[in-house]
């Protein structure tokens, strides 16, 4: 599940589970959601995100395409080391800026590869 939220500033989209081939059906209407709110920060909150393969990677990367081109900047936010390595090898980790001091609530560090966050 993918949802979206927003303030005058800030799109937040908290992704749920898989972002993998299953969810691809969700992804142009979520860019050009994002794209039509022309927010300069776009935090995506990996926290409760169990799986990223490629197609998930591309969805990611397209959103940080559409934020970047309008000089917006998009953060991830709680992504595992398994995620930050999906999107290293597709080359595309420059394109967000890590935050690599939040901290998910010990019940929403839900996969497996999860750093340590204590």
């Not at 776009?42 to 393969?53: A, I, N, P, R, S």
């Not at 595309?92 to 001091?101: I, S």
Request: aromatic content about 6%; glycine content about 10%.
């Amino acid at each position: 599940m993918i949802e979206l939220s927003t303030t005058p500033t800030t799109a937040v989209l908290v992704v749920s589970g898989d972002l993998d081939l299953s969810a691809r059906g969700e992804f142009p209407e979520l860019v050009a959601r994002v794209s039509g709110l022309r927010r300069q920060l776009l935090v995506v909150d990996l926290c409760e995100t169990t799986f990223l393969d490629s197609t998930g990677a591309a969805f990611l990367i397209s959103l940080a395409d559409v934020t970047s081109r309008r000089g917006g900047v998009t953060s991830l936010r709680g992504g595992d080391d398994r995620t930050l390595y999906v999107l290293e090898v597709c080359g595309a980790l420059g394109m967000f800026r890590v935050d690599e001091g939040h901290r998910c609530e010990p019940e929403h560090s839900a996969s497996p590869w999860a750093r340590s966050r204590g």
